[in-house]
């Protein structure tokens, strides 16, 4: 389905998720935000970025390490990002600036988490490579409770997806056309 969007359509959908995005309580009254910046056909993520700064929010971003683990640093706009291409994979925007360690997302209020799909549960289906659940373990190692939430096109909320013992429900999904919870945070 991704595949098949247009320029148009990512523009649109981009713009609808920063709007639902900032009626979340959970990223109104955020200090600190890890997010990520969205790459391909993936639901947008730079019009939310901006919002988020704009109001004065630490917006953090991944920097991808060699083992799939991410280390973070802040968004300062979008001039403010690096192209960097891992391997043969996709090239991915990355903060250019310094590196702050891979438990810097421990201080995030909310962290927004890529993904193909979630399902009536709050179980995220991710990309497979394992970076966000190492991620959702840190948290959970350092005590932090921030709110998870997951950018997704309408069609990616799903019945069921599968799941495997570390992985963790997200507390809300947000689609062009609203916002859906799971359960309570924390």
Same mark, same amino acid.
């Given at each position: 389905?991704?595949?098949?969007?247009?320029?148009?359509?990512?523009?649109?959908?981009?713009?609808?998720?920063?709007? !639902?995005?900032?009626?979340?309580?959970?990223?109104?009254? @955020?200090?600190?935000?890890?997010?990520?910046?969205?790459?391909?056909?993936?639901?947008?993520?730079?019009?939310?970025?901006?919002? #988020? %700064?704009?109001?004065?929010?630490?917006? #953090?971003?991944?920097?991808?390490? /060699?083992?799939?683990?991410?280390? !973070?640093?802040? =968004?300062?706009?979008? $001039?403010?990002?690096?192209?960097? %291409?891992?391997?043969?994979?996709? @090239?991915? =925007?990355? /903060?250019?600036?310094?590196?702050?360690?891979?438990?810097?997302?421990?201080?995030?209020?909310?962290?927004?988490?890529?993904?193909?799909?979630?399902?009536?549960?709050?179980?995220?289906?991710?990309?497979?490579?394992?970076? =966000?659940?190492?991620?959702?373990?840190?948290?959970? %190692?350092?005590?932090?409770? /921030? $709110?998870?939430?997951?950018? #997704?096109?309408?069609?990616?909320?799903?019945?069921?997806?599968?799941?495997? /013992?570390?992985? %963790?429900?997200?507390?809300? *999904?947000?689609?062009?056309?609203? *916002?859906?919870?799971?359960?309570?945070?924390?």
């Amino acid at each position: 389905m991704r595949s098949r969007l247009t320029a148009d359509d990512l523009r649109e959908t981009s713009a609808a998720l920063a709007g !639902w995005a900032g009626e979340l309580p959970e990223l109104a009254d @955020a200090r600190t935000v890890a997010a990520y910046v969205s790459v391909g056909s993936e639901p947008g993520t730079l019009a939310l970025l901006d919002a #988020l %700064r704009a109001r004065g929010v630490r917006v #953090l971003l991944p920097v991808l390490l /060699p083992d799939n683990d991410l280390d !973070w640093g802040a =968004y300062e706009g979008g $001039a403010s990002l690096a192209r960097v %291409r891992h391997g043969g994979r996709m @090239a991915l =925007y990355e /903060p250019a600036g310094e590196r702050l360690g891979p438990d810097a997302v421990t201080a995030a209020d909310a962290v927004l988490l890529p993904g193909l799909a979630v399902d009536a549960r709050g179980m995220r289906l991710g990309r497979g490579g394992g970076s =966000y659940d190492r991620v959702l373990a840190r948290l959970e %190692r350092a005590g932090a409770h /921030p $709110a998870l939430v997951v950018l #997704l096109y309408d069609s990616e909320v799903v019945a069921h997806v599968p799941e495997e /013992p570390h992985d %963790r429900p997200v507390h809300a *999904v947000v689609t062009p056309s609203g *916002v859906r919870r799971f359960g309570r945070r924390g």
